[in-house]
Nanobody, 120 residues
């Protein structure tokens, strides 16, 4: 069917950087929007950033100017470059992809999540 493989999380000091990647594979006809969400302990999952197939982006106010989302349509991959990380960025980050997959059915798919911890 469809699989999303995330990578790039880890432990980083405040002010540091990380780059997350999410590659979609399987029975994919086309991909629409791709994005990243995060969920901190005791909080609801929130949108961090999203990018359309055409390259239009949107960001949560809390990450504007620090995070950059990009995608490689040839590789069905979305990236999140995170700079100037703060302790409040600590969360599990989830990749989300809106795509047309098996049997040409549109679906919303989630990655397994990758932990990002910002701490000294």
């Amino acid at each position: 069917q469809v699989q999303l493989a995330e990578s790039g999380g880890g432990l980083v000091q405040p002010g540091g950087s990380l780059r997350l990647s999410c590659a979609a594979s399987g029975s994919i006809f086309s991909i629409n929007a791709m994005g990243w969400y995060r969920q901190a302990p005791g909080k609801q999952r929130e949108l961090v950033a999203a990018v359309t197939r055409g390259g239009s982006t949107k960001y949560a106010d809390s990450v504007k100017g620090r995070f950059t989302i990009s995608r490689d349509n040839a590789k069905n991959t979305v990236y999140l470059q995170m700079n100037s990380l703060k302790p409040e960025d600590t969360a599990v980050y989830y990749c989300n992809v809106d795509l047309i997959g098996p049997e040409l059915v549109r679906g919303d798919y989630w990655g397994q999540g990758t932990q990002v911890t910002v701490s000294s």
